[in-house]
């Protein structure tokens, strides 16, 4: 089997030539954004049409994601990427969520997340979002001063259904100021506690040769540096000893990039359910990932910013006071907090090799 090739120009290079369609689906799938590109998919095949996808337990972010809900998000998209690339391949896609029983909302479980068959269906539209798959990158580079403007986000909403998933979109320069003393203080209160600054340089490539040896997690490349100061940084600033020695210096300099992130959009975008089951973290992720395919064809880039909305208890103040800033009641909750705007595109981030989501 043909692992799905890093380009590092702009596109994922999509092998096919597989004869079980199961594969090809799958090299789609597994494109889909996950947090810290931790990836935490494990795929099982049934007979000769069936596919169960679980949580790898082993690829949670348990400091900075307690509560997995994260894992849910990137699952959902998953699902998108695997629904989309089943219809141009002319098949349906018949989703089962959650074959072997509903768990609470807290509980991961080792059981099936979706089970699906893919059934030949030659009548299935293909949806123009699928060519976007291989394209849509995370974009963590500077943004142009350029407002993204509200047709532009109502052609967004128009990209997934809503009536299940709220979306919230600003592009008021006050609220952007706003959201990047949010975004900043969170990522502070993220980086303060050692477990989770742990946890984010565990899946932090410093070397090349780092990125090498771990097709996942987050490098220089995609942190939005340019190759030069990658160069420097990466050689001569902020080496793994060195982040893990100091207190402050991975911090700050998170600090420092998130804030100027934020203030650079040309948009801010938030996604919300009415509770927070996990049927609607799928169906936020889903939506989540035809946001950012839609975002794509537009010519938009897109960048998460989630660490506000994070479940441990150190965020719980910041949140509920984001909450209200936001016009959210607290009986809802924002799934995914993201700017959009217009910048350079980005090398693709690394996936590794189908055999191993098979694998476990
Ligand atoms: C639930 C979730 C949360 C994320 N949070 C952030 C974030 O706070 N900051 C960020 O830069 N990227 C965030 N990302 C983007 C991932 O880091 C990104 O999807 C991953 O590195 C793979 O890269 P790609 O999106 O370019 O394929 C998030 C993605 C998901 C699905």
């Known amino acids: 089997m043909m692992p799905v ?6 596109g994922h290079a999509v092998t096919s030539g597989s004869e079980d369609v199961r594969e090809r689906v799958l090299r789609y799938a597994i494109l889909a954004p996950s947090p810290r590109n931790t990836q935490p998919w494990k795929i099982q ?13 082993e690829r949670l972010l348990t400091a900075c994601d307690p509560k997995g809900r994260q894992a849910f998000l990137s699952t959902g998209a998953f699902l998108e990427n695997l629904d989309l690339a089943a219809r141009s391949f002319g098949y349906r896609a018949d989703i089962d969520l959650f074959p072997e029983g509903w768990p609470d909302a807290t509980a991961i479980p080792d059981t099936s997340i979706a089970r699906i ?8 539209d293909e ?11 995370t974009n963590r580079r500077p943004f142009r001063k350029e407002e993204v403007s509200l047709s532009i986000a109502g052609q967004i909403t128009e990209s997934f259904d809503y009536t299940r998933v709220s979306f919230g979109f600003s592009n008021n320069r006050d609220l952007i100021a706003s959201l990047t003393d949010f975004s900043g203080d969170a990522m502070n209160i993220e980086l303060s506690d050692l477990k989770r600054k742990n946890e984010t340089l565990k899946y932090f ?13 987050i490098g220089f490349a995609q942190s939005g540096y340019g190759r030069v100061s990658r160069f420097f940084i990466g050689n001569f600033f902020l080496s793994r000893d060195r982040a893990t020695s100091s207190q402050s210096l991975f911090l700050k300099n998170a600090v420092k990039k998130v804030r100027e992130q934020t203030a650079g959009a040309g948009g801010i975008g938030w996604l919300s359910t009415k ?9 936020a992720g889903r939506a989540f990932q035809r946001i950012h395919l839609k975002a794509t064809s537009l010519g938009i880039s897109l960048q998460a910013i989630t660490q506000p909305l994070a479940d441990y208890p150190d965020m719980r103040d910041l949140r509920s006071r984001l909450y209200e800033h936001l016009g959210t009641p607290d009986t809802h909750t924002i799934q995914m907090l993201f700017r959009l705007g217009y910048a350079p595109p980005v090398p693709s981030s690394p996936r590794r090799d189908l055999d191993a989501f098979l694998a476990g």
């Open 5 to 10: 090739q890093n380009t590092n120009v702009t």
């Open 45 to 57: 095949f049934k007979g000769i049409e069936r596919i169960l996808v679980s949580i790898d337990h």
């Open 117 to 124: 068959d893919l059934i030949p269906n030659r009548s299935c």
């Open 127 to 137: 949806d123009p979002l699928f060519l976007q798959i291989p394209v849509r990158h």
């Open 205 to 217: 490539r410093f070397t090349d040769q780092e990125a090498r040896e771990s097709p996942d997690g």
């Open 275 to 283: 509770s927070d089951h996990r049927i609607e973290q799928i169906r």
